[in-house]
C-alpha cells in the first residue's frame, strides 16, 4: 500500500479520498497543513519507498521539503487551484489518471530551488508581485473567487506600482537595480500572457531570475507591460529587463520582509540567498 496524504484543510479533501479509495493500493490519511511535514516525515522513516500527496502546490511544497535528498519517490494527485508543478510534469489528466501513474509511473530527478533554506517548486519574488498576492488574499477571504480576485488585484498593482533599491549578486557580479519586482524559476520561464510565469516546454535548467528595471516608475511599468505582452526573449534585447539563468543568486534588501513563495508569502530575512537543488526530489511521471 502506498501511504496517500490528504490536506484536510483542503476543499478538495472529499473528492481526493474518494478517489483514492475507489482505485485502491493506497493507505490514506487526512492530516492538517501544520502536520503534513511530520506525518511525511514518519513515512519515510517507517521505509515508504514511495508516497502520495493530494493537493496544490503548497501541499506537494509542504511533503518535498521533508523528501528533498532522500530516496523516497513523491507521487501526485493534483487538487489544487492551478497545480503548476503537476502540470509541469505532465500531470494534467483527470484523477483516475494520476492514480495510475502514481502507481505505474516511474520516477525521475525533478529540480528544486531555495530560499534561505526554504523550499519552492516553481517561482519566488519580491517586489510588486508580493502586493499582488496580498490583494488577492484580501479579496479570496471576502468571497470574490480567485480568478476575479487575481484580476483586480492586477490592476491595482498597475496603478500603485512602487519600485525598491535591490542588490543583486549574480556569478560574482553585484549589480544595483531599483526595480518594482524580482522575479526567480525553477526552469527558464516566460512572463508573457496567456503563460505568466509558466515554465518553458524545452527550457534550459537553472534558476532563471528576471529584473525590470527602468530608471522612473513610468518607465518601469512600461518594462513590466511589455514583459507580459512581448515576452522574455523580446524584452531581453532592451536595456531595461535583464534575465539571467543560474545556480544561486542572493538578493540584498533594506529590511526583513515578505517574499512570495510558490504563490504564497513568507516574512524572510533582508539577505535573501537563492540556490538551484538540480535532481533533489524524485518525483513519479507519465
Known sequence: MIPAFLNSASGTADAARTALSEHGGFAISSVPPAEMQQAVRDAVAAGAQRILVAGGDGTIGIAASVLLGTATELAILPAGTLNHFARDLGLEGDASESLRVAVDGVARPVD??????????????????????????????????????????????????????????????????????????????????????????????????????????????????????????SMSKTPDF?????????????????????????????????????????????
Open 242 to 286: 535583464d534575465s539571467f539563468l543560474v545556480q544561486k543568486c542572493t538578493i540584498s534588501r533594506r529590511r526583513d520582509g515578505l517574499v512570495a513563495v510558490d504563490g504564497e508569502l513568507v516574512r524572510l530575512d533582508a539577505t535573501l540567498e537563492y540556490e538551484l537543488r538540480a535532481g533533489a526530489l524524485r518525483v513519479v511521471c507519465p
Open 112 to 233: 528544486v530551488g531555495l530560499v534561505n533554506d526554504r523550499l519552492f517548486l516553481n517561482t519566488s519574488s519580491v517586489g510588486a508581485y508580493v502586493r499582488f498576492v496580498r490583494v488577492r488574499e484580501y479579496l479570496e477571504r471576502r468571497h470574490f473567487g480567485y480568478r476575479v480576485a487575481s484580476a483586480i488585484a492586477a490592476l491595482r498593482i498597475l496603478f500603485q506600482f512602487r519600485r525598491m533599491a535591490v542588490k543583486l549578486e549574480v556569478d560574482g557580479t553585484e549589480r544595483i537595480y531599483r526595480t518594482p519586482v524580482v522575479f526567480i524559476g525553477v526552469g527558464q520561464r516566460e512572463l508573457q500572457l496567456p503563460v505568466l510565469g509558466n515554465r518553458v516546454t524545452n527550457g534550459r535548467d537553472g534558476l532563471h531570475v528576471m529584473v525590470v528595471r527602468g530608471g522612473t516608475r513610468a518607465r518601469a511599468l512600461a518594462v513590466g507591460l511589455g514583459a507580459v505582452a512581448r515576452g522574455v526573449t
